[in-house]
């Protein structure tokens, strides 16, 4: 490698090119900016002088024209004109006739709207009256000599003075005539030129003086030590690595002749440091805890580890299928054989017989040694001991029998299914006792299927969420439905992320829930016996006095008028409608459910339980206070089991409120119960209070417990509020009672509004 680079590629070269662009570059940047800022600065001045001269005309003037004094006005324009900058002084008048001019030759001349002086506000129409002092001012082309020119317009008002008995123009005309003055840039070109010519030579002086001294600076203390330090690294590359680089020019470069004499040190010991590790790799060679063997193309053993020599005892110059297994030629699938066929590395699994004479097994891996031409000269085996791993594996498939047979006679149905699809892998035997389906019949399919197809998509999500899913719907072999209880947990299957779902068959169980509940019904029917009957008395005596109204108008044979028919007719009408629909009220509600739920309206089913009760709450005295919020969502919901709920609710306020009053006859206040909704972020809140006898606080734990009950003997099943609890629950929401404002207590419910967002109807889960 030569000492000197060519001037192209050499880094002075390229840091002063790098530096010389930079520097040139910024200082052109900042003569540009300097010029054009003394340009704009000394014609910002002009023209401020120009506008001061203008006004300075308008004043000097103004006493003349208030007199109409042609004689002064033509005086003063030609005094004020001598000045040298002072090209021209114009004065127009509203038709565009030069009235006064320093030149003598422009006086009476007209011009055009389509000169420079008039179009500058003559190119609107109608012409503004005032305009900035930069949209008055123009330039105007250079003369024969060279010369530039400024002119400045300024208009002429009409002022107050100006519509007196001396002059004749209306007061509605707001310009009388307007103000032209021309002054000569030529000393101000001058000046700019002046700076404009400094600025650019100190900027040369500057961009001179900097690069020379930068190239000095890169050449005293980038150039020569960077020589320096690729003359001695060369000498490290030779093998020296006991010299010291001085470097002093600059505190980085001495950093640099320091790292370098580091990095020689380091390779110093580096060296050392791999020739211990080609000792100690030989003594690993020799003390790894694996057999090692290096074989030729002829199979016979070359080199071998002290492992191999203890395990099978070989001899120098045995071939490996002799030392391994005591053959008299290789095996039939040889890793070796096919090594030095492609180059690669291969594996196998061998079976043998240790010096001592016991079983081993062992795993062999395979590699070529190349030369350094990078042809194959012999292949290195290493084998793996795992008799121990074939004794382990034995045992497991024991213990994997064991599990399995736990597994299928596990009395729920477990299935094995996979984590994106909900692929059957897997099921144990108790899937024929439950859905009457063999598992080899459900293998492959999807789990899905054995839900009613119109709920697949809505348990799909809950199954991937890893919820528990409770009286989900099933479909039997035979067609009918079942109703089981899921429950979903991630595990591991044959190295894949799977689900692992149990269901459990709660056909049964609902069955004698139902009729739990339906008891519970026939009981609440029963306490609402005179409540109904109220309800129903209302319609009959209507019923009944429009019939007799009819009766005797037949007994005195005379017919009623149309009128008088209409009236009758419509009242038993409405009555008969009234009484049907509470009847149709009582028969819905003790019905059985389908457990089937729907998009529900929460204050629908409020009104609609509250039917039972508005007759008898207003005999018995009771004021109900409504506050129903109208935008609430719906939810997920049976209607015909969450009625129950406020069905028990009233009937207990309205208890709670009679044994008040059977208690304290003296209290003042009110019976009331007070129904409320309202949408708290996503949760639907119902608050159910009353003005009642309460809840004691040392109760208040138990009163959802079934059969618990406050009321006498005989008076009540201590079912309501557990049976409400429940199918509160079910629908996952919650159930608490809390002091009330008016005395009693406030049962609160709460139910997630995002229940109902899919609309999908489903089973309860």
């Known amino acids: 490698m030569k000492d000197t680079q060519p001037p192209r590629t050499s880094l002075i070269t390229s840091l002063i090119l790098a530096v010389g662009i930079t520097l040139l570059v910024c200082i052109a940047a900042w003569a540009f900016f300097s010029i054009r800022y003394q340009k704009q600065r000394m014609m910002g001045e002009i023209l401020m002088q120009t506008e001061r001269l203008s006004n300075t005309i308008k004043l000097g003037t103004h006493y003349a024209m208030m007199l109409n004094s042609g004689e002064d006005i033509d005086r003063i324009i030609r005094n004020i004109s001598r000045q040298k900058e002072i ?284 030369d350094e031409r990078g042809e194959i000269v ?152 005179s409540g109904v009957a109220h309800e129903l008395n209302q319609p009959l005596a209507v019923i009944k006095t429009a019939g007799s109204i009819l009766m005797k108008k037949l007994k005195k044979s005379v017919l009623a008028d149309d009128e008088t028919l209409r009236n009758v007719s419509g009242k038993i009408d409405a009555n008969v409608d009234r009484a049907s629909n509470i009847i149709e009220h009582m028969r819905q509600f003790s019905r059985k459910y389908d457990a089937r739920r729907e998009r529900t309206q929460i204050n629908a089913v409020i009104e609609k339980a509250f039917e039972m009760f508005d007759q008898q709450f207003k005999v018995r005295g009771i004021t109900t206070e409504w506050d129903l919020d109208p935008a609430l969502p719906a939810i997920m919901a049976e209607p015909n089991r969450l009625e129950q709920v406020f069905v028990n609710l009233f009937i207990n306020a309205r208890d709670a409120i009679e044994e008040r009053w059977e208690l304290h006859d003296d209290d003042k206040n009110g019976k009331t119960i007070r129904i409320v909704t309202y949408q708290d972020d996503d949760t639907i809140v119902v608050e159910i209070c009353d003005s009642g006898i309460g809840i004691p606080p040392a109760i208040a734990g138990k009163i959802f417990e079934p059969f618990f009950t406050t009321k006498d003997v005989g008076k009540g099943t201590g079912l309501g509020l557990s049976i409400s609890y429940g199918i509160v629950s079910e629908l996952g929401g919650e159930i608490f009672v809390k002091p009330s404002t008016e005395g009693g207590a406030c049962f609160v419910m709460r139910f997630s509004s995002k229940a109902g967002q899919n609309g999908t109807n489903n089973s309860a889960g």
Request: charge should be negative; hydrophobic fraction near 35%.
């Open 87 to 370: 090209e021209f002084i114009r004065i127009y008048n509203k038709e565009g006739l030069v009235r006064f001019s320093n030149r003598e030759t422009e006086i009476g001349r007209r011009t055009t709207i389509d000169s420079e002086a008039c179009r500058i506000c003559h190119h609107q129409d109608p012409p503004p009256t005032e305009l900035p002092l930069n949209t008055r001012v123009r330039m105007l082309p250079t003369d024969a000599s060279g010369r530039r020119m400024m002119g400045l317009i300024s208009p002429i008002m009409n002022e107050a003075g100006c519509t007196g008995s001396c002059h004749v123009h209306p007061s509605d005309i707001r310009v009388l005539g307007l103000l032209d003055v021309v002054v000569s840039l030529n000393e101000t070109d001058a000046e700019i030129g002046v700076v404009q010519n400094g600025i650019i030579g100190l900027a040369v002086l500057i961009f001179l003086f900097t690069s020379v001294m930068i190239g000095l600076f890169i050449l005293r203390f980038v150039n020569q030590p960077i020589k320096k330090l690729i003359h001695e690294t060369r000498r490290i590359a030779k093998g020296d690595y006991s010299h010291t680089i001085d470097a002093e020019e600059s505190y980085e470069m001495e950093q640099l002749a320091e790292a370098i004499t580091d990095m020689a040190r380091q390779i110093a010991g580096k060296q050392d440091e791999l020739n211990k590790q080609k000792d100690r790799f030989r003594q690993l060679f020799e003390q790894v805890p694996c057999a090692i063997t290096v074989q030729d193309r002829n199979y016979r053993l070359i080199e071998y580890n002290q492992e191999f020599e203890d395990t099978f005892a070989p001899k120098p110059g045995d071939f490996c299928y002799y030392a391994y297994k005591g053959r008299t030629e290789k095996c039939e699938n040889c890793p070796v054989e096919k090594t030095f066929q492609d180059g690669g590395t291969h594996y196998s699994e061998e079976a043998g017989l240790t010096k001592a004479g016991e079983p081993a097994h062992w795993i062999v891996r395979t590699s070529p040694i190349r």
């Open 378 to 529: 012999a292949a290195m085996e290493m084998c793996l001991d795992i008799t121990h791993s074939r004794l382990l594996e034995d045992q497991l498939k024991e213990a994997e029998k064991k599990y399995y047979d736990i597994f299928n006679n596990i009395p729920n149905p477990v299935f094995v299914l996979d984590e994106e699809t909900l692929e059957i892998l897997d099921c144990n035997q108790s899937v024929v006792a439950v859905y009457g389906l063999e598992p080899k019949e459900l293998l492959t399919t999807s789990f899905l299927a054995l839900f009613l197809e119109e709920e697949r998509a809505s348990y799909a999500a809950q199954i991937h969420r890893g919820r528990v899913i409770n009286q989900a719907r099933h479909r039997h072999k035979d067609g009918r439905t079942i109703y089981v209880t899921i429950r979903v947990s991630p595990s591991k299957y044959r190295n894949r992320d799977v689900l692992l779902v149990t269901t459990g068959d709660i056909t049964k169980r609902l069955e004698a829930e139902q009729q739990l509940i339906q008891a519970s019904k026939m009981a609440t029917l029963g306490e609402m016996a």
